[in-house]
């Protein structure tokens, strides 16, 4: 049977927010399967995890956000000493913004079929088929898987911070502050949510469209990809062609292209003994300086330190 878990800090918010790492763990970078009658936010801060719901097995980098529903097994496993904001939260602090957010998942997907399959294949990372199976069951309507990038990721990292903030530092007025920063979080959940919905039924030449680069970098993400030509090749701007491309995918496509990038090279560095130039030349980069800068802006840690750790003994 799967255990449950209680919330680890109790206050009248309803709230507890904490950070975790791997080293905090009983198991290095492991939180067991569990469940929960209350729900959870995981918003990767720094490093990845590979995290286990639903029967699927994703690798999450920073900016990700993952809300998982009450009742619903799941599992994490952080990844060289990944940092990971965790809050739970009482469904009655923000029904409102919950039922909205359900209501938003059940109606429209994030991505349409195809970009949702591509984006899935893109996070799976060494399948373990253990914890696939014990977490396999009907999908949620709740369920909610958030990219973050730039000033997106900042906020949220933002808003994460001053839960944590207002919860130890305990002032006046701290359980409306906790459940004010929580309902922003609900809110800009649902709003990139609605943006990223507005993209589920594009006009046939636009998925079209993107399906082609999306198979061409499915292909041969090493190759050489100039989306300024490919947009001009289509007869319309790169502008347009990147609105169109984020409103679909949820990312733009440089973003996108340099995700895919990265977790092919993290994988490459933790099951290979390519050197660190080797690994990124096979993603397609050959300046090496330039791979260590992108691979540190993505998964806050430079490709060295993965290099560096033992590989697992399975």
Known sequence: MIAYEDRTITDESGITLTMHTAQQADRPGAMPLHRHQFCELVLVAQGGCEFFYYGERMFLLPGDLMLVETEQPHACRLKAEGRLYVCHFEPWVAPDALHALAGLEQTAAAQPAGVRR?????????E???????????????????????????????????????QAAKKMGFVRMKQSYLEQIL?????????AAAGESPSSWKQEMVDQILHQIDENVAGAFDFNAFAHSQGITATYFRAVFKG?????????LNHVRVLKALALLQTTDLTISETA???????????????????GYPPRYFKSIPKDPE
């Open 248 to 256: 679909i995918v949820g990312m733009p496509p440089v973003d996108y």
């Open 118 to 126: 591509r984006l899935r294949d893109m996070y799976a990372f060494n």
């Open 281 to 299: 030349a096979q993603v397609g980069i050959y300046d090496a300086n330039y791979f260590s800068r992108l691979f540190k802006k993505v998964t």
């Open 187 to 195: 809110i800009l959940l649902r709003r990139q949510g609605k943006q």
């Open 128 to 166: 373990d088929e253990t914890l696939a199976a014990e977490t396999h069951g009907p999908r949620p309507g709740g369920r909610c898987l958030r990219h973050l990038l730039g000033q997106e990721k900042e906020r949220m990292l933002g808003l994460c911070q001053s839960i944590a903030d207002e």
